[in-house]
Nanobody
Framework: QVQLVESGGGLVQAGGSLRLSCAAS????????MGWFRQAPGKEREFVAAINWSGATTSYADSTKGRCTISRDNAKNTVYLQMSRLKPEDAAVYYCAARYSAGYFPTTTKNEYNYWGQGTQVTVSS
């Protein structure tokens, strides 16, 4: 089992930046890919970014590519999502997810992730 706790959400003006963190605990000795997803009211949960177990490869949604950077510190069991040039349409609850995988490329499919955090709210004012 892996427990995930997100932090770093909040209110930011359009054009601003935020860094989200996701701390993992539990069975963290295994290799696992990490992803960030988001869900706005009335919408499906959608992929934002993912990183493989070692941090060697990343993947981004087209809507966030160039504005977001996912990274991880395996010594701290933490994954980060640095977001910049935020837009009102980026407002959502952001979820961290983990999937046991030693693969080179991280999956972008939410149904393939095994563990989820409770989410952190990001609000962007225009």
């Amino acid at each position: 089992q892996v427990q995930l706790v997100e932090s770093g959400g909040g209110l930011v003006q359009a054009g601003g930046s935020l860094r989200l963190s996701c701390a993992a605990s539990g069975r963290t000795s295994s290799r696992y890919a990490m992803g960030w997803f988001r869900q706005a009211p009335g919408k499906e949960r959608e992929f934002v970014a993912a990183i493989n177990w070692s941090g060697a490869t990343t993947s981004y949604a087209d809507s966030t590519k160039g504005r977001c950077t996912i990274s991880r510190d395996n010594a701290k069991n933490t994954v980060y999502l640095q977001m910049s040039r935020l837009k009102p349409e980026d407002a959502a609850v952001y979820y961290c997810a983990a999937r046991y995988s030693a693969g080179y490329f991280p999956t972008t499919t939410k149904n393939e992730y095994n563990y989820w955090g409770q989410g952190t709210q990001v609000t962007v004012s225009s």
